[in-house]
């Protein structure tokens, strides 16, 4: 039940008096109110089921305990409290069989309106802490499946550069303890080859850290005056030697300076993980890069023409260990696209993306209280 919705209480009785009686003051107390006249009639009304139901013990075609039985071993049903109440079956023996057969409560009637609306507000209640605590342990084991998921990625990811790297160090060492001459070009290529993985190392570390940065909320801005035109410069420069290899080019469109104040940092932490994606899944086809001022905002588009995002993989791939592909295919934690969105929203800024499977995505960030000039 929502908290800001009325209860709705269904009345089980097959005494019209009795039965108005209990209506009139469940409806007094603030509460909505449907009628069942019979066992079956209340069995009947159970879809969409009621927030409580007040049942009378003695029915003309199936006893209260019975109905009860029935709707307490139902699992769709059987969180539905129950307040038995009854004018006949008033002994100790009739009151243990009805709590013995799932009731949360048992009144004799005639009952005072102030205990009945009591009766009926602490199972309510009792009920919200149990659907609370029951969404709580849900929600905690999804996040100590998701700890265990991305414990075990992350272990595999690190690993993956890690072991790449002693391979080319041990290479090297056997190649030297051997005698066996090293030439200048075949060092270059193993401390390039090195330098690739520490660099990958170093980047998932990095990863690890903003991670815990942004959750524990100590993400700190440096604001500060930045060039965005020199900064997109500088960015695609260092990707001169990935690009080539992806087999892909990327073209800077950027029509004279686009200063603002912003925090450098976190603005080049945001384009070079767009573009190290538009890389990663742009089939090597061309990429652009371009940035405008808008009014009193400045807009960088990262746009590949590679393999795409379904549209339902784009409501969810900003979120933390969210992916659109397997992490067989492509690695990575999942965390790149978090960490934009969320580095971009502590800058006042959005980022969104558009993008057809098989057409290429293009993501667009929007930054507030940057402007044209020097």
């Known amino acids: 039940m929502d908290e800001s919705s009325v209860a709705r209480i269904l009345n089980v009785n097959?005494?019209?008096?009795?039965?108005?009686?209990?209506?009139?003051?469940?409806?007094?107390?603030?509460?909505?109110?449907?009628?069942?006249?019979?066992?079956?009639?209340?069995?009947?009304?159970?879809?969409p089921p009621p927030d409580l139901i007040v049942l009378d013990v003695k029915l003309p075609d199936i006893s209260g305990f019975e109905v009860c039985r029935q709707i307490k071993t139902n699992p769709a049903t059987a969180t539905i409290p129950i307040v038995h109440v009854s004018a006949t079956a008033t002994s100790g023996s009739d009151k243990v069989q009805g709590l013995d057969g799932g009731a949360d409560a048992y009144l004799v009637a005639p009952v005072e309106p102030q205990v009945l609306i009591a009766t009926v507000n602490a199972l309510l209640r009792i009920r919200k802490a149990?659907?609370?605590?029951?969404?709580?342990?849900?929600?905690?084991?999804g996040a100590v499946r998701l700890r265990d998921e991305f414990l075990s990625l992350a272990s595999h990811e690190l690993k993956t550069p890690l072991t790449s790297l002693l391979l080319h160090v041990e290479t090297v060492n056997r190649r030297r303890q051997a005698g066996k001459p090293c030439s200048d070009d075949w060092l270059d290529l193993k401390l390039r080859q090195i330098d690739k993985q520490a660099n990958r190392l170093t980047t998932l570390i990095n990863q690890l850290l903003e991670t815990s940065r942004i959750s524990s909320g100590r993400l700190i801005l440096d604001v500060e005056s930045v060039d965005v035109t020199a900064l997109l410069q500088e960015i695609v420069g260092r990707f001169d030697d990935e690009l080539q290899r992806a087999g892909s080019t990327c073209r800077l469109m950027a029509p004279g300076p686009i200063v603002g104040r912003g925090d450098r940092f976190r603005l080049d932490q945001i384009i070079t993980n767009l573009l190290t994606n538009a890389i990663k899944y742009g089939n090597g086809q061309p990429i652009d890069v371009t940035a405008a001022a808008v009014g009193d905002t400045v807009r960088v588009t990262v746009k590949d023409r590679g393999i795409g995002i379904s549209s339902d993989d784009q409501a969810r791939i900003f979120g933390r260990f969210e992916r659109a592909i397997s992490a067989s295919d492509y690695g990575g934690f999942g965390i790149g696209l978090w960490i934009v969105h969320e580095a971009i929203a502590e800058m006042g800024g959005t980022v969104t993306v558009t993008s057809q499977l098989g057409e290429g995505a293009t993501f667009e960030v929007t930054l507030p209280a940057l402007v044209t000039g020097g």
């Open 130 to 141: 149990e659907s609370d605590r029951d969404a709580l342990i849900l929600k905690l084991q």
């Open 14 to 47: 097959d005494s019209e008096a009795s039965r108005c009686i209990l209506s009139r003051i469940l409806r007094h107390g603030g509460f909505s109110v449907d009628e069942a006249v019979t066992g079956q009639q209340a069995l009947d009304s159970l879809d």
